[in-house]
Nanobody
């Protein structure tokens, strides 16, 4: 059984940085498209970033317009981990951030992945 466990959330001032991590266990990490979503109170879950799988490299990233240029998704195969480096954080980035995984990029991208993590809170103060 595959499990996704997020970590790295916290409270940061506007303009600061955080690095989220999602550790995968129970399956072959490198064969999955990995993604990040976020959900603020009273809001729908929103796509943030995704990283497709490809043999021999770290994959092809995709980002929401709202985070492009500020966030970077990456994977560390040796550590069985996907990361989200978040720079220049804004109060509007405040949300619970969820890790996602699926064998198909399209399912992650549109928000119906096979697997979800349980989330980690990111709070950005103004």
């Amino acid at each position: 059984q595959v499990q996704l466990v997020e970590s790295g959330g916290g409270l940061v001032q506007a303009g600061g940085s955080l690095r989220l991590s999602c550790t995968v266990s129970g399956d072959t990490f490198s064969e999955y498209t990995m993604g990040w979503f976020r959900q603020a109170p009273g809001k729908v879950r929103e796509f943030v970033a995704a990283l497709s799988w490809s043999a021999g490299n770290s994959g092809v990233p995709d980002y929401a317009v709202s985070v492009k240029g500020r966030f970077t998704i990456s994977r560390d195969i040796a550590d069985n981990t996907v990361n989200l480096q978040m720079n220049s954080l804004k109060p509007e980035d405040t949300a619970v951030y969820y890790c996602a995984a699926d064998e198909k990029f399209s399912r992650v991208r549109i928000g119906i992945p096979d697997l979800w993590g349980q989330g980690t809170q990111v709070s950005v103060s103004s």
